[in-house]
């Protein structure tokens, strides 16, 4: 989700309201992607990258996110969406962390869409973290090298759990993954947008949407 900036610079306005729009736009494609029976969505909330920003912009992403889940959370309950969280999230503030864990806790037994946010979240350091965890089977002996596989790569990302990527849609005319789902997208289909993220909208994931279902995808086959 990219261009809350670039869309407040565009309306002058400061990047705080830029953001804020950007969460609205969360509010109304989450809503869409649960009509539209989408099994699960990932959001890259909040980057590994993101802490170099200005102090008072990190600060007005981390107040949006606690009012975000104060103000959703019911509504996650009560329409079936279960909420996972990739990244290294424990490394937030306190209370964000227990604002997090009480959500987690809440929604864990829904089972109508999945809604993972990426926290504090690099796909290098989340493939490092895996790789570290593996080699821990190893040094005690719960596992032997050449019995590694993908299966066990898997199983170790944040990710576990959720199906595999089918489409990861990149917005703002940016022509990147920017560190996001690296493992996962392997054989994923890329859509990009020039569409800057608080204009995106259901017509536009419908857009993204019908170009998916017109690929032909082999996965590497003829």
């Known amino acids: 989700m990219d261009g809350?900036?670039?869309?407040?610079?565009?309306?002058h306005l400061p990047r705080a309201l830029g953001h804020k729009k950007g969460v609205e736009a969360v509010r109304d494609i989450v809503r869409v992607a649960g009509e539209m029976g989408i099994e699960a969505m990932t959001l890259y909330a909040f980057s590994s990258e993101n802490w170099?920003?200005?102090?008072?912009?990190?600060?007005?992403?981390?107040?949006?996110?606690?009012?975000?889940?104060?103000?959703?959370?019911?509504?996650?309950?009560?329409n079936g969406i279960r909420l996972k969280v990739i990244g290294n999230y424990k490394a937030l503030d306190g209370d964000i962390v227990a604002l997090i864990d009480k959500a987690l806790e809440r929604t864990a037994n829904n089972d109508r869409m999945t809604l993972a946010i990426a926290l504090n979240?690099?796909?290098?350091?989340?493939?490092l973290r895996a790789v570290q965890n593996i080699a821990t089977s190893v040094k005690q002996g719960d596992l032997e090298p050449d019995q590694i596989n993908i299966n066990h790569m898997s199983s170790a990302l944040d990710t576990a759990g959720?199906?595999?990527?089918?489409?990861?849609?990149?917005?703002s005319g940016e022509l990147r993954l920017s560190n996001f789902l690296l493992?996962?997208?392997?054989?994923?289909?890329?859509?990009?947008?020039?569409?800057?993220?608080?204009?995106f909208d259901k017509r536009e994931l419908q857009r993204a949407l019908k170009s998916f279902g017109d690929r032909d995808r082999r996965f590497g086959g003829r």
């Open 4 to 11: 809350n900036g670039r869309w407040a610079k565009k309306k």
């Open 52 to 78: 170099s920003r200005p102090a008072d912009e990190v600060s007005d992403l981390m107040g949006l996110l606690r009012q975000y889940i104060q103000s959703d959370i019911d509504e996650f309950d009560e």
């Open 121 to 127: 979240y690099g796909a290098q350091d989340e493939m």
């Open 162 to 171: 959720l199906p595999p990527l089918d489409l990861l849609i990149r917005t």
């Open 183 to 199: 493992w996962q997208s392997a054989y994923s289909e890329l859509y990009f947008t020039d569409t800057l993220w608080p204009d």
